[in-house]
C-alpha cells in the first residue's frame, strides 16, 4: 500500500506545482461551455430543447475527465521518453501497484478538475436538481477517471512518442468525444449519427450524469450504470496487460 | 573457490530482436567487491546486457543470477540487491531532492524509522543536502548524477550498475564521482558494474574490463592482460586493436534521438 500511496502521492506533487496544467486543462472546457453554452444555448431554447447549459454541463465534465485522463497519459510517455519510469520499473513493486497508484493520483487530478468546472458552472446558472445524487454522480466520475487514466498508461506504454499519441488522440478520443451525447441530445440526431453515439461508452457516462444532475435520462441509469462497470473493467485491463508489458 | 564469491553471473546469455542478435551467447562473472568494466563501441551490446542484468529486457535465453537471486525467477529479490544510474536521467525533475529520495526508499521497502536519516547520510555524502528542498529541475547535470548515484545507493545494494554516468559532465564532476565511487566501493566492499566510452576512466578505476563488439565478449581480464594481449600501451589503443577503427552508425530510433536531444538539453 505505501508504495501505492508514494506514487499516488508523487502524481498530487507533480499536479499542485505546475500551475498552467490546471489552467489548461481547465480552458479548453470552460470555452466549450462559454461557446456552445452561449452560443447554441438561445437556439436550443427556441427550438424546445430547454435549458442548455443545463444539458451542457454533465457532458463537459465528462469531457474534462476524458481529456484529462488522455493528458495524464502524455505524462507517462513523458517519463517514459525521460527515463523516469525506469526508476519504477527496475524497483521491487509489481507492475499492478506501479500502475494502480499513478493511476489513482492522475485520476485524482481529473476528478479535482472535474470539481473545479462543475462548481465554475454554478456562475453560468447552472444548478443540479437534486443535491442527493451528486455523491452518485461523484463516484461516476472517480470510476470513469480511473477507467480511462488506467487506459492513458496502458496507451502511453505501447505507444513510443508523442505523436503515436497525438494520432490516438485525434482518431480516437476525439471522436468519441463528439459522437456521444455529450454536446447534443440523440433522439433528434440523423439515424447513423444516433446508432454510433447509442454504441459509443462515452455516452453512457454522459448519461448518467445527466440523469444525476439535471434528471435528463436517454438511456436509464441502470443500463448506464452497467455500460460504465463495463467500460472500467475494459479499460483497466487494456491498462495492466499492456503496462505489463513495457519494458525499455 | 572463485565461483563461490562472484556476485553477478551470467551464462549463455542472449537477446534477439526479430531478426537481429543483439547479445549473442555470452557469459561472464563479477566478483564480490570487484569494479567491473563493460566497454564497446555503439551497438555493440553494452545496453542491451545491462538491461537484462536490470530486469529491464528479458533474455531470448540464457541465466542470469546477482547476488544468488535468479533475475527472472527471483525478480524482486534480485532488484533490490543492486542499484543503477541509469544512462539517461531518471529523476523526477518536479519533485524535490528529498522527494526522489524518499520515493525511492518507499518503493525499496525501507522502514520508515530509519528512512530520514539514511537520506539525509546520502545526500551529505555527495553534497546536496543544502539543496534538498529544491526541485531537481533547478540542479546542474552534474548535481543531478550525483544525486542519482545517492539514489542508487539508499537500499544498501550490493551492486551498483552505472550506465555511461559521466557523458555530458565536466572534468571535475568526472573526477568527483569516480572518487565517491572508488570510495564506495572500498568502505562497502559494493560491487561496482560500469559502463563508459572514456576508456581513461576505465582504466583508472577498473580492476577487471570486458569489451564486447557484435554481441559478443572478444576480449576480457585486467587492464594489464588486455595490453600485453594487444601489446599496446594504453587501454584505448588495446581497444582500438580489438574493436577496429571503423565508425559504428547505431541505428538511431525516433525515441533515442528524442532523448539524446532532451538529454543535451538537460546537460547544459
Same mark, same amino acid.
Given at each position: ?134 455523491? %452518485?454522480?461523484?463516484? #461516476? +466520475?472517480? @470510476?470513469?477517471? !480511473?477507467?480511462?487514466? $488506467? *487506459?492513458?498508461?496502458?496507451? &502511453? ?70 455500460? %460504465?462497470?463495463?467500460? #472500467? +473493467?475494459? @479499460?483497466?485491463? !487494456?491498462?495492466?496487460? $499492456? *503496462?505489463?508489458?513495457?519494458? &525499455? | ?268
Amino acid at each position: 500500500m505505501q508504495e501505492m500511496y508514494i506514487l499516488w502521492l508523487r502524481q498530487i506533487r507533480r499536479y499542485t506545482r505546475s500551475k498552467s496544467r490546471i489552467i489548461g486543462a481547465i480552458g479548453q472546457p470552460l470555452l466549450f461551455l462559454l461557446a456552445l453554452g452561449y452560443g447554441i444555448g438561445s437556439i436550443y431554447q427556441r427550438a424546445g430543447g430547454g435549458n442548455y447549459i443545463e444539458f451542457l454541463v454533465p457532458g463537459i465534465i465528462v469531457q474534462t475527465t476524458l481529456f484529462g485522463a488522455i493528458f495524464w497519459g502524455i505524462n507517462v510517455i513523458w517519463d517514459k521518453q525521460f527515463g523516469f519510469l525506469k526508476e519504477t520499473l527496475v524497483a521491487p513493486v509489481s507492475r499492478l501497484r506501479i500502475l494502480s497508484g499513478s493511476a489513482l493520483g492522475g485520476a485524482t487530478t481529473t476528478v479535482f478538475q472535474a470539481a473545479l468546472v462543475f462548481v465554475i458552472s454554478f456562475a453560468l446558472g447552472f444548478r443540479p436538481t437534486n443535491w442527493a445524487n451528486v455523491p %452518485l454522480a461523484l463516484l #461516476v +466520475v472517480i @470510476l470513469f477517471s !480511473f477507467a480511462l487514466a $488506467c *487506459f492513458g498508461a496502458g496507451l &502511453a506504454a505501447i505507444v513510443s512518442d508523442f505523436q503515436g499519441f497525438q494520432a490516438i488522440n485525434q482518431f480516437l478520443i476525439f471522436p468519441l468525444y463528439f459522437l456521444s451525447s455529450a454536446l447534443f441530445p440523440i433522439e433528434y440526431a440523423p439515424p447513423v449519427l444516433k446508432f454510433i453515439a447509442s454504441v459509443n461508452p462515452v455516452s453512457y457516462t454522459v448519461d448518467a450524469l445527466r440523469t444525476l444532475l439535471v434528471n435528463q435520462s436517454h438511456f436509464g441509469l441502470g443500463l448506464d450504470l452497467l455500460v %460504465l462497470g463495463i467500460t #472500467v +473493467v475494459v @479499460l483497466a485491463t !487494456f491498462g495492466v496487460v $499492456c *503496462f505489463k508489458r513495457i519494458e &525499455a | 573457490m572463485e565461483a563461490m564469491s562472484a556476485v553477478i553471473r551470467a551464462s549463455q546469455l542472449t537477446k534477439k530482436f526479430k531478426n537481429f542478435t543483439a547479445v549473442n551467447n555470452i557469459s561472464f562473472t563479477v566478483q564480490q567487491g570487484g569494479i567491473f568494466a563493460f566497454l564497446g563501441p555503439n551497438g555493440a551490446g553494452k545496453s542491451t546486457t545491462i538491461k537484462m542484468l536490470t530486469t529491464l529486457l528479458r533474455p531470448t535465453s540464457g541465466e542470469i543470477d546477482i547476488a544468488g537471486h535468479n533475475v527472472l525467477t527471483e525478480q524482486d529479490a534480485a532488484r533490490s540487491s543492486f542499484g543503477i544510474v541509469f544512462q539517461d536521467p531518471s529523476l523526477d525533475d518536479e519533485l524535490t531532492a528529498y522527494e526522489n529520495m524518499e520515493l525511492h526508499a518507499v518503493l525499496y521497502h525501507l522502514p520508515r524509522k530509519d528512512m530520514k536519516q539514511r537520506i539525509t547520510e546520502l545526500l551529505t555524502l555527495v553534497e546536496l543536502e543544502s539543496r534538498r528542498d529544491s526541485q531537481v529541475k533547478t540542479f546542474s547535470g552534474g548535481m543531478k548524477r550525483r544525486l542519482e548515484i545517492a539514489r542508487g545507493l539508499l537500499h544498501h545494494p550490493q551492486v551498483l550498475f552505472l550506465d555511461e554516468p559521466t557523458i555530458g559532465l565536466d572534468t571535475q564532476t568526472r573526477n568527483l564521482l569516480w572518487d565517491y565511487v572508488k570510495k564506495l566501493n572500498k568502505s562497502e566492499n559494493m560491487t561496482i558494474f560500469l559502463t563508459t566510452h572514456y576508456l581513461e576512466e576505465a582504466e583508472m578505476v577498473a580492476d577487471r574490463i570486458a569489451i564486447i563488439d557484435h554481441g559478443t565478449i572478444i576480449a576480457s581480464g585486467t587492464t594489464a592482460e588486455l595490453l600485453k594481449q594487444t601489446k599496446t600501451k594504453n587501454l584505448e589503443a588495446a581497444y582500438l586493436s580489438l574493436t577496429g577503427k571503423t565508425l559504428r552508425d547505431e541505428e538511431v530510433s525516433a525515441r533515442e534521438a528524442f532523448r539524446m536531444r532532451a538529454r543535451t538539453r538537460r546537460m547544459r
